[in-house]
């Protein structure tokens, strides 16, 4: 194990960089984006995806999947986030699909992630209610009816949860907003649920749910009733890495193309990068992403290591999410200022990654929550 | 188990039968024992530890043994550091000989330098200091102006040196002289090596913000040097000089490492701030604890990375432009937020009112100011981030 790709692991990164680059151009989401597209991804680009057998990556292979690792996942996702490139990656596979891994019985198993890696089936984690991330306080309630669940409650800001076919809902069976203990999954099919589309700055697609009486068979809980927040926490930290590697490459692309620009712009007969203060400028951000580039290394080999207990890649992944989401920030702010007037408009596609790298700072926990999560996962 | 782990083993064992438990403890400042002609032990087990870490060779550990090294690969040396690491162990001597001009020396020095110079090196006989700096030339290095005229078979040198670090206990400096006064400014330049008991060399002491008076003012009238001293081509020091500040920053960088440091933040905020259902008492204070932390961390991982990435040929190396930058400027933040955290307890000078604790503190916070200095300041670390990393215009 290492914080370097192996060969096979950059084979399969410059793979995906062409791809993406030729594929999924930060054009084609300008497109999306202006033919208000309702599923806020390209499905040929899915259906490649599918075939590439990126899906399958982190699942075992008597599932169906390639048990290749989240080195490998976080190569591909970083170079997802040089082209700004949507899909249910992430969201349906990655994390619903993780859900269903750690949480489900064998059968939930057998039935969901063969479906999710062969692109056959879309999986919206249903959490977030308020303006803020913060699984414990859930409050939707799920409240026992003879051998059934009746669902009471809102969610918000479900990303694909205006297209998935299912949902995993997660809901109160006992205890008070706030207290971890008493959270429990429900799959649901998300036919039965009223949905609203929530049109976000980054131009994927998200809803809000509300749940009105709904009633679920106690055979949809995934995992135990109450004892949910392990490792539902467990598999929203692997979100929140493999987030942090979007992220990252998102960052890193933005960092290029304005220090390419700083090269290339002429200001007083000379390129403004002849500018000390810029100069120095560029300099910190690329310290600050070399930085952060390692903390997403550690965590990502945390993920496939043997050894990490999950306290440790609970540690990493908040490290990662925190620190990747302060170099972001800083980024993306320079990156605009340096380019100037044209740096604000909306020809330029530097405003398109600001908008998703806002979006992603604050999925499954913004950087304050991680940065108290990191402090209470080291006693203080 | 591999042969690199069956090393870690006997490592371990040998340094648990070795390192006297005394010396796994932080060093004070006034603790640390620097290798030379003058060196005084302060305990037995000091010198016990320094004597069984030389006869090992384990001062300069990667070195060829027939220079007094260990003879250990990159990777026995890395885990040797990381064994001490582990058992915090106290360095057995501080030696700016064995991280700058020895390495220099393996590399530019001919075989009779090596020979006179390495082995003494590595036994912790000789103290080095550094004579680069002078009153006009510090960030603009390639300025100085110090000569070294030739006379048969001798250099007559004279000139200053400025901010030379410990050069009153040292017993020999290496110096950057001016060798042509009309070559171009980097082409007159050459790399001496001068005894320090040499008639008329005279270092004055300078005294610092922390109290300490560590770096010197040198004055050389008429002193003379053997040719045979110069090292490497006659002007071509600039080269050598600019290798030997690589291994100078990288040294620096790894004083800042995680490791070294004795203050755990959140224990102390808890301490002098006080606790809230285990949490320290103080959001803000706590916040930024966490930015240290984080910061530290991601430094440490990405030394980790840079290795790794070196070892494998992969990457292209410019993660370590970074190291001198990043860790010295977070060792600053992290010297104001010990600060913030003891509050009026950091701003003792000196008495029986404050613990030994927090005058250490308060020293430690001013004596971090050099850091960003010393070694090529933070604005000239980003110079060369910009212009050799980004490839940005002059
Ligand atoms: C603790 C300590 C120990 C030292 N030990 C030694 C030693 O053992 N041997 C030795 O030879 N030297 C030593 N030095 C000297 C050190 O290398 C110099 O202090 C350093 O290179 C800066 O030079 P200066 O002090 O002349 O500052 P200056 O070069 O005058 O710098 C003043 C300010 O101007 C900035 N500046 C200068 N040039 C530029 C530029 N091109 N772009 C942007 N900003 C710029 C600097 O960053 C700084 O902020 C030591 C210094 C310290 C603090």
Redesign the interface.
Known sequence: MALVLSEEQRFLQDTAREFFQQQSPVSALRQLRDTRDAKGYDGDVWQQIVELGWNGMIFPEELGGLDFGFMGLGAVLEQAGHTLNSSPLLDSVVLAGSVVLLAGNDQQRRELIPALIEGRLRIALALDEDSHHNPATTALRASPRDNNYELNGQKRYVANGGNAEHLIVVARTSGEPGDQAGLSLFLVSANDIQKQASTRIDSRNCANLTFDQVTVSENALLGSAGGAFPVLDQALDRARICVSAEMLGSAQELLDRTVAYLKERNQFGVPIGSFQALQHRAAIMFAELELARSTVMAALEALDSKEATTEEVATLASLAKAKVGEVCQLISNEAIQLHGGIGVTDELEIGFFLKRLRVAEQSFGNTGFHRSRFATLNGY | MDKHQEFRQQVRQWLRDNCPVSMRTPAAEDEQIWGGRHIEFQSREQQQWFERMRDKGWFAPDWPIEYGGGGLDRKQAAILNQEMTRLQCRPPQLNLGIWMLGPVLLEFGSEAQKQEHLPRMARGEIRWCQGFSEPNAGSDLAGLQMKAESDGDDYIVNGAKIWTSYANKSDWIYALVRTDPKAAKHDGISLLLIDMTSPGIEAKPIELISGESHFCEVFFENVRVPKANLVGEVNGGWSVAKRLMQHERAAIANFGGESESPYVL?QL??EYIGEHQ???ADPVI??Q???I???E???A??L??TM??AK?G??NG??TS?FK??STEQQKQKGELLLKILGNRALGWEGDDYSDQELAITRDWLQSKTLSIGGGTS?I???I???R??????
């Open positions: 959140h905020a808890k285990g949490r320290i706590r916040d604890v966490v930015s932390d984080i910061n961390k991601a430094f991982l990405t980790r990375r790794e990435e494998q992969a990457g410019a993660a970074i930058y990043c604005e670390q980003l110079n981030i910009a212009k990393v980004l490839g940005l215009p002059a």
